[in-house]
């Protein structure tokens, strides 16, 4: 039985779509590179993104007890679609969810500082201005933007049984919490 590889190095191109794309990158940059190694990407720009006043939403859509998760879920849809399609426009790369909110990093070298914090600042002004996300009731859903930039790493956690975590940690994270 032959051994097929995708174009990320996988013997298994289901499992490959699931890796995070700087992961990709990063073995992409050196394919001999394991977690725990320096990274290529030693600084990030970081946009968090989340929905204003989401759990009062929820809670008010949720009286519905027919079509209150239905209409959550709708609402959801339309604002992960609308910001996965911007952040990818400029560049940046997703990095995790967490309910109504979303992280995404420009990750890149010292010296492509400017670049990063240029193109994550005019994502975060387009998704502004061209927010049309509406609610249930048709008016547009306020955001929370918060953007910080700084160095980082990316560390590999093993759980039991060899299951296996990439987490992201470093100073822009300090800088984020404090914007």
Avoid at 22 to 43: A, C, M, R, V
Avoid at 79 to 94: C, D, M, N, Q, S
């Amino acid at each position: 039985m032959s051994k097929r590889t995708d174009n990320t190095g996988s013997r298994n191109p289901l499992g490959a779509s699931f890796v995070p794309g700087i992961l990709k990158k990063q073995f992409s940059k050196n394919p001999k590179w394991h977690p725990g190694d320096e990274t290529t990407d030693k600084y990030t720009a970081l946009l968090w993104l989340d929905i204003c006043d989401f759990s009062t939403l929820c809670n008010r859509l949720m009286n519905d007890k027919v079509k209150g998760v239905e209409a959550i879920t709708s609402i959801l849809h339309e604002h992960y679609g609308f910001l996965l399609e911007r952040i990818t426009k400029w560049g940046g790369e997703p990095l995790f969810f967490a309910g109504d909110g979303i992280m995404a990093a420009w990750p890149g070298n010292k010296s492509e500082a400017e670049k990063s914090v240029a193109h994550s600042m005019e994502c975060a002004r387009e998704i502004l201005q061209q927010n049309e996300v509406k609610d249930d009731r048709g008016q547009s859903i306020s955001l929370h933007l918060v953007m910080a930039y700084g160095p980082w790493h990316m560390a590999e956690i093993e759980a039991p049984g060899y299951k296996k975590l990439f987490t992201f940690y470093g100073e822009v994270f300090d800088n984020l919490r404090l914007a």
